[in-house]
């Protein structure tokens, strides 16, 4: 089910046909019924994205999830069966034991179990998802987002014809939504034949429009401005505060005769150069045939050394290794720096060295701007969007954090939040309490005490935590969560900068003679199974925000290093009684 396009100025899609596998007329009826009768499954966020791109050519000229054959050619070679160059893997991970023996066909439906395709399954086969990630990433450091995510995934993956009825809905930004065909005939009226496509997730600055602009010249083209609006990595400005400034540069300071907005419903995977490749051919399938790429592109950070995931230019050298084969041709992101002077920006290996020179880091424009309620300046950003990023950026001290305790049983974590919890709401802090105890009673009631469920709690706290902090709650989880990777995971659901780890580091033998309810004797009788600490492992924090001693210092003496902390960080202003004379005679 593929159709070739009419092709006039635009190159033609990768591997000569735009695949198209939404069924329509008089097919569309009869399949509907036959899915109804269908046993049928829930797909993730992550695989109803792929399935989306797949179904109208996105990952042309891909046309189902990849079988194993393909599957292992990606991992080892970057290339399908039939030699065809493909970096990732497009693969529908299941939980075999949600769908009944012997099923033949499938309907995969979204998270509200909107009916979205019907697949016939022909291959189901177990991945190693650790040399996946190997391969694919180049490491299986759980700090990597797509790692951390991945040990959530089914253990099967399954292969087949899809035949898909409908698209994922969308209600925002409808007019901005166009399919690969859809996008070809926007940027065919432009009427040119190099198309410079530009990959953000990121809100866009004047760099970001001076680059873009630059680009479109030096191809002597048409500009796509590509964002991607499905999943980027955690900690992301969400996609609706982005599309409201890509709205508004382009209403009102691009050349609409010649530049093209338009979204991508892409999942990331963070992984860096061969997902530059990716991308690269993706743009092609919507028509460009260059492509802007940045340092350190689809790169998703420091690994737990501390050290970046990919080099800065990796991305860049491997798509330029294959542009000639993939038929787009790699752009550099060239550094431009402004000049004040001069109010005007310019490449910075085109500066002199006696010129001053203006830039403003990502760091800057949240804790200097955004934080503390001030506008960006107008040579660094359009006011338009300035005024979008502080109308969704409240100041610090208004701005939803979490409080994650964890250390041992008996460690310590209830009592020194007990202790942080009053001070809070003496200073005007409105906030919510997720104790371990608590959540086990209402919402993970029926959970066991095995590595699974304890991930399981662990993760629905940190999604009702990081919900509250999405709208600019405080929260304050009191938990075990005795494992690392869980524990990164959870950070993700908050954000990496509104979630502050505290470790509650009391020794063993301390929480074994607090221990009241006799757990930890129980524990070493055998009569408790798999409990922290005993017979199931405790993995302290590397880094944790805040390290508290219980052995030495009080709850109170250790509430207020917390508190300390939140003021240094702005998340609590200062007390403004510390210091004052409070009446108290001091010779009485």
Request: glycine share 8%; aromatic share 8%.
């Amino acid at each position: 089910m593929s159709e070739t396009l009419n092709q006039g100025v635009l190159i033609e899609p990768y591997g000569g046909k735009l695949v198209n596998l939404i069924v329509t007329g008089d097919e569309r009826q009869p399949l509907i019924e036959e899915a109804n009768r269908l046993p049928s499954i829930q797909i993730s966020q992550r695989s109803l994205h792929d399935l989306e791109l797949l179904a109208v050519g996105g990952f042309s000229p891909l046309d189902r999830f990849m079988g194993q054959a393909d599957y292992q050619g990606v991992l080892d070679e970057m290339r399908l069966t039939d030699g065809t160059l493909f970096p990732l893997p497009i693969t529908l991970p299941v939980d075999m034991d949600e769908i009944p023996e012997g099923t033949e066909k499938l309907v995969l439906r979204d998270a509200r179990n909107n009916l979205i395709a019907v697949m016939k399954i022909e291959e189901v086969y177990t991945p190693d998802q650790d040399k996946e990630a190997q391969k694919v990433l180049g490491t299986t450091d759980p700090r990597h987002p797509l790692v951390a995510e991945m040990v959530r995934w089914g253990d099967t993956y399954i292969s087949g014809e899809l035949k898909v009825l409908d698209l994922p809905p969308y209600n925002d930004f409808i007019d901005l939504r166009h399919t690969p065909a859809e996008t070809r005939a926007l940027l065919e009226n432009l009427g040119h034949a190099n198309v410079v496509a530009f990959q953000t997730r990121n809100p866009m600055h004047r760099v970001h429009e001076e680059l873009t602009k630059r680009a479109a010249d030096e191809v002597g083209g048409a500009l796509l401005i590509h964002p991607v609006v499905g999943m980027t990595k955690p900690g992301d400005v969400d996609h609706y505060t982005r599309c409201r400034v890509y709205r508004a540069l382009y209403d009102n300071y691009y050349d609409r005769s010649s530049t093209a907005l338009s979204l991508l419903p892409l999942a990331m995977r963070m992984a860096g150069p061969r997902e530059a490749v990716w991308h690269a051919i993706i743009r092609r399938n919507y028509g460009a045939n260059h492509f802007i790429v940045g340092r350190d592109h689809a790169g998703p950070g420091v690994d737990g050394s501390g050290k970046p995931f990919y080099g800065p230019y990796d991305a860049q050298e491997l798509l330029s290794k294959h542009e000639e084969e993939i038929g787009v041709k790699m752009v550099p992101f060239k550094m431009v720096t402004y000049l004040p002077d001069e109010d005007r920006y310019e490449q910075i290996d085109q500066v002199a060295e006696n010129v001053k020179t203006a830039n403003i880091s990502g760091t800057q424009v949240r804790e200097d701007y955004l934080a503390k309620g001030k506008l960006l300046p107008d040579w660094f950003t359009r006011k338009e969007t300035a005024e979008i990023l502080l109308e969704v950026n409240p100041p610090q001290h208004r701005r939803g954090f979490c409080l994650w305790f964890t250390g041992l049983s008996g460690s310590g974590k209830s009592t020194t939040a007990e202790s942080v919890i009053p001070i809070l709401f003496e200073r005007g802090r409105q906030l919510t309490v997720l104790d371990g105890d608590v959540v086990r009673t209402h919402l993970s009631k029926g959970l066991g005490f095995n590595k699974e469920d304890r991930d399981i709690n662990i993760l629905r706290i940190g999604y009702v935590a990081g919900e509250i902090v999405r709208h600019n709650g405080t929260v304050i989880c009191a938990a075990i969560s005795p494992y690392r990777q869980t524990r990164n995971e959870v950070k993700k659901f908050i954000g990496e900068d509104n979630f502050i780890e505290v470790f509650v580091d009391t020794p063993l033998e301390v929480c074994e003679q607090r221990d009241i309810k006799g757990l930890y004797a129980k524990a070493r009788r055998g009569e408790i199974k798999g409990f922290t600490g005993i017979d199931d492992p405790y993995e302290s924090p590397r880094d944790p925000e805040i390290r508290l001693d219980t052995v030495n210092f009080s709850s109170d003496e250790n509430a207020q290093q917390i508190i300390a902390y939140l003021e240094q960080r702005g998340y609590i202003k200062p007390d403004p009684a510390a210091g004052k004379d409070n009446g108290a005679n001091p010779s009485a």
